[in-house]
């Protein structure tokens, strides 16, 4: 089973993630609409991986993707955004994201596809 962390301040994404992401049943999604929230929730090797929202109120997502890599360096992490820049993106690389995501996703069903791709459970 696959254990992500979904960290998005839109609740109507992050509750729409959860949903579609959980529904198989094989992948365990814990949203959590508080970057600051998440970073204190976030243990090394706990999650698999994290879908990260760039742009929140409470916190950068930049500096979460930091904090996060820096607990756990092994965690996938795919940053999403509906403001893509290519500084941002070539930020995000630097500091060690996965992989990146536009909104609004195409599909979620693609969304789906990139998460078992780039993240296998650790287990």
Do not use: W
């Not at 970057?35 to 916190?59: H, N, W």
């Not at 990146?100 to 969304?111: E, R």
């Amino acid at each position: 089973m696959i254990h992500l962390m979904v960290v998005d301040d839109e609740i109507s994404i992050g509750a729409m993630l959860e949903k579609a992401l959980g529904r198989s049943g094989d992948i365990k999604v814990t949203y959590i609409d508080n970057p600051i929230t998440a970073l204190s929730r976030f243990r090394s090797g706990e999650y698999d991986g994290v879908l990260l929202d760039i742009m929140m109120p409470q916190k950068d997502g930049l500096s979460v993707l930091e904090e996060i890599k820096s607990k756990d360096p092994e965690c996938v992490v795919i940053m999403m955004t509906a403001y893509s820049t290519l500084d941002k993106v070539l930020q995000s690389h630097k500091i060690g994201a996965d992989h990146y995501l536009l909104k609004p996703f195409d599909s979620l069903a693609n969304v789906e596809k990139k998460v078992r791709e780039l993240i296998h459970p650790r287990r």
